[in-house]
T-cell receptor, first 112, second 114 residues
Framework: GENVEQHPSTLSVQEGDSAVIKCTYS??????FPWYKQELGKGPQLIID?????GEKKDQRIAVTLNKTAKHFSLHITETQPEDSAVYFC???????????FGKGTMLLVSP | DGGITQSPKYLFRKEGQNVTLSCEQN?????MYWYRQDPGQGLRLIYY???????QKGDIAEGYSVSREKKESFPLTVTSAQKNPTAFYLC?????????????FGPGTRLTVL
């Protein structure tokens, strides 16, 4: 089955800096890659997603890039703010199924 | 959290007791999912259902059971056979069409077994 590796497990940045979280996946047939933000004690919220026919997608300060050849995708957050502090999860859709495999998460801490 | 509700937010049970977690959605979504979240483990799939009266095991189904009698409801029972039931449980739903892959999550239920 699909395996998703996520790095780093923790990331500390200063307010205004950029943050990058990277994920790799194993199944070359995977075609959908969402990113979720989870605040403490709450359910994950979708922040951006990308399909395999697109190399990059942006939404204001957030962007995701996908390299199908290398089987990795990354989340980029620019001009970080303290409210960006949370746990971020990447995921990949399992080919042939309606399920997702999740990375183990990255705790992002943005210091004022 | 959209139109997905989970109740209660916190649940305490004694060891050896079965407990049922509620998940309801008003999004008219076909597919529903249950995940377990432990510190440092990410989200692991317990069960999922793509249509009413049908469901499939996920990666960690042992010690759990589900039912899908109504489109809007997908309750999860944590049985006494689950050896480490204390965890944060998340329910999700998905529209179900071939291009609608996005899963939307509820607020979660934190289960503590004493």
């Amino acid at each position: 089955g699909e395996n998703v590796e996520q790095h780093p497990s923790t990331l500390s940045v200063q307010e205004g800096d950029s943050a990058v979280i990277k994920c790799t996946y194993s199944d070359s047939a995977s075609n959908y890659f969402p990113w979720y933000k989870q605040e403490l004690g709450k359910g994950p919220q979708l922040i951006i997603d990308i399909r395999s026919n697109v190399g990059e997608k942006k939404d204001q300060r957030i962007a995701v890039t996908l390299n199908k050849t290398a089987k990795h995708f990354s989340l980029h957050i620019t001009e970080t703010q303290p409210e960006d502090s949370a746990v971020y999860f990447c995921a990949a859709k399992n080919s042939g199924y309606s399920t997702l495999t999740f990375g183990k998460g990255t705790m992002l801490l943005v210091s004022p | 959290d959209g139109g997905i509700t989970q109740s209660p937010k916190y649940l305490f049970r004694k060891e050896g007791q079965n407990v049922t977690l509620s998940c309801e959605q008003n999004l008219n979504h076909d597919a529903m999912y249950w995940y377990r979240q432990d510190p440092g483990q990410g989200l692991r799939l317990i069960y999922y259902s793509q249509i009413v009266n049908d469901f499939q095991k996920g990666d960690i189904a042992e010690g759990y059971s589900v039912s899908r009698e109504k489109k809007e409801s997908f309750p999860l029972t944590v049985t006494s056979a689950q050896k480490n039931p204390t965890a944060f449980y998340l329910c999700a739903s998905r529209a179900g069409t071939s291009v609608a892959d996005t899963q939307y999550f509820g607020p979660g239920t934190r289960l503590t077994v004493l």
